[in-house]
């Protein structure tokens, strides 16, 4: 499985920005998609997850509310839409698919078999 990232760039605070990921070759339905994160020095945290054929997706304390996470499977992508980004927001955002991860543990950056290569998010003040 291929994943590609794309979407980030730099913004102001309060600002939105929207990444994608999209996959060729296989469906996107079938895999428990999230996005992760990884800011300069800090270990890779979960910013948010939707299953396979669940439309309501988990979100990270604190993204809840300002994060949108979203399938089209028509066009086999993943959407991330992130509104009022805060500058603590600035990391490289990753997507991630795996077939069997649980529940419990879609929190945990292990659980996941496929990445994507990563898109830079950065968020002045």
């Known amino acids: 499985v291929q994943l590609q990232a794309s979407g980030g760039g730099l913004v102001q605070a309060g600002g939105s920005l929207r990444l994608s990921c999209a996959a060729s070759?296989?469906?996107?339905?079938?895999?428990?998609m999230s996005w992760f994160r990884q800011a300069p020095g800090k270990e890779r945290e979960f910013v948010s997850a939707?299953?396979?054929?669940?439309?309501?997706?988990f979100y990270a304390d604190s993204v809840k509310g300002r994060f949108t996470m979203s399938r089209d499977n028509a066009k086999n992508t993943v959407y991330l839409q992130m509104n009022s980004l805060k500058p603590e927001d600035t990391a490289v955002y990753y997507c991630?698919?795996?077939?069997?991860?649980?529940?419990?543990?879609?929190?945990?950056?292990?659980?996941?078999?496929?990445w994507g290569q990563g898109t830079q998010v950065t968020v002045s003040s």
């Open positions: 070759a296989v469906s996107l339905s079938r895999y428990v």
């Open positions: 939707i299953a396979r054929y669940n439309s309501n997706p």
């Open positions: 991630a698919a795996d077939r069997q991860v649980i529940t419990s543990n879609y929190f945990r950056p292990g659980s996941y078999e496929h």
